[in-house]
């Protein structure tokens, strides 16, 4: 028996700035199917994503809902027509409660029309425990939030509304294990519901996993439409990036030299308790850790960002005197930060301006002229070498671009400073095969230059991949090391969730 087409795209067309980003897409979604959608970082899948989320009109094509025509001109449009959309970065108030965000759209209000909180409350705590965090309490401000947490809030405020059609972009990047395994079974359950899902994920092993159906986008066409069991993800890889990737982890020949930074006795809050650690000139340095082990709020107050209650960090064998963000910058270390969004872009600005952001002391003369040729060559190198895509430099500005050319954004402003430390925040978090590949040649050639580097992921393998040696963190304390001649993932992850016993 053949199934419902839930959803239908013919011929949808889209251009910015004059340029063409989707060449007449056909798509169909079929009711009660969880549909795969890959490829690489601005090959079209979150500009689809929006047309489909009344976030952009098409400039040409139709689409049509269980067979009637639909053309939405904003969100609200796709909210009432019962489609979700999960963005990749988060769509939520900071400043207000995980209640409120949740019920947002509908306060709930008694006759006289005053917002019923404590009932908000109540309902915001089923749901949190309905998603297995009810050790969080509604009323919280999202901002004081990890990232999990935040991104779990996103999807429960998607599935309060009941949708028809929810649109998953990149949904993983921030959820821990316990999290993730979470979320499949929910999506799962949706499915059995009759709910149609679309998935975006650069995570081809959960999009096996899960979906039902894979199309491929290549450069603003569906190259490809396969059931999961008619395909593979070597075939996969190809038709996303035209060619085949033989290896996904390059190798650089280097040399790692003596200790250049170092963290001595570092506490911060509960978070960060008493580390020590070093890295050498040329190294690698993994840092791996479950969800609130500390890692995050360790890289922040190593760049100053936050403030340490007790430790030091030392260069070059000498310590920091002041423990701030322009301070490291002047001493050539970088932060890529895990929060592009709030901490790494100026959204409403240029890709050109965000590219020069760190290094605009360095072309601007006594006067505070700056000088336009060096920023040109500053920037035509950096988009070239990190295969940014972009239409226009001076005009398009940084939101409008795909989340994995957003990140690009903030490594090459950071690269464009040479540092000499580079502090990596979940680098590669919403980001292709092929561009990872870029990204880890490029960290490999800063090694190479003997830059010292501390990167922290969620993806093991990734760290196994590309690091020399790897640190452990488990409840604010580094638990465990390994060598890259003894990295082993069950190791690794026993000192995550275990620790050290010997140092207890």
Known sequence: MEQSITLKLSNIKKSFYQVEVLHGINLEIQKGEIHGLVGENGAGKSTLMNVIGGVFPPDSGTMEINGNAYKPVTPMDAQNTKIAFIHQELNLFSNLTIAENLFIDNLPTNRFGSVQYRRMRSEAKKYLKSFNISNVNPSSYVEDLSMGVKQSVEIIKALIKAPDIILFDEPTTSLSIKEKTQLFAIIRELKQNGISIIYISHILEDVFDLCDRISVMRDGYVVSTKKKDQTGKDETVRLMVGRKLDNIYPTIEKTVGDVIFSGEHI?????????????????????????????????????????????????????????TPQNAIAHNIAFITEDRHREGLLLSKPVEDNIILVTLHSITNALGMVNHAKVDMHTDQAIKDLKIKVANKRLQMASNLSGGNQQKVVIAKWLLNHPKVLIMDEPTRGIDVASKYEIYTIIQTLAQSGSAILFVSSEMEELMGICDRILIMNNGRIRGEVDHAAFDQQTIMNYALIGDQSHE
């Open 267 to 323: 506490f911060v809050g509960k978070a960060v308790r008493d580390v020590s650690f070093q890295v050498r000139a040329g190294e690698i340095v993994g840092v791996f850790g479950l969800m609130g082990a500390g890692r995050t709020e360790l890289m922040r107050a190593l760049f100053g960002v936050d403030g340490m209650d007790a430790g030091r960090v030392l260069l070059n064998g000498k310590p920091l005197e002041k423990q």
